[in-house]
């Protein structure tokens, strides 16, 4: 089991900054792969990026040049640093882990003011 807790989400204007995080804990050996999803209202869930055990970073299109996932494997956190903000980044960021089969985190909210 892997158990996974986000922080970081928040009210920001458009053009602000956010920096979302995602601890793991449990038995977080083998984890292959960590990211984020993100729901909008109304929408359905879209994947924003994620990041490898073997260090490959990926990005959806509308989030590249603004977003950086990172992690710190001291701390088994990942993290995601949003920039340049925009209203229809509004959504639940929700954090997952990839260990055979998928965990989420319990979501945090960004929303983007115009």
């Known amino acids: 089991q892997v158990q996974l807790v986000e922080s970081g989400g928040g009210l920001v204007q458009t053009g602000g900054s956010l920096r979302l995080s995602c601890a793991a804990s449990?038995?977080?050996?083998?984890?292959?792969?960590m990211g984020w999803y993100r729901q909008a209202p109304g929408k359905q869930r879209e994947w924003v990026a994620r990041?490898?055990?073997?260090?490959?970073?990926y990005y959806v299109d509308s989030v590249k040049g603004r977003f950086t996932i990172s992690r710190d494997n001291a701390k088994n956190t990942v993290y995601l640093q949003m920039n340049s903000l925009k209203p229809e980044d509004t959504a639940i960021y929700y954090c997952y882990a990839i260990q055979n089969i998928p965990y989420w985190g319990q979501g945090t909210q960004v929303t983007v003011s115009s």
């Open positions: 449990g038995s977080i050996f083998s984890i292959n792969v």
């Open positions: 990041i490898t055990s073997g260090g490959g970073i």
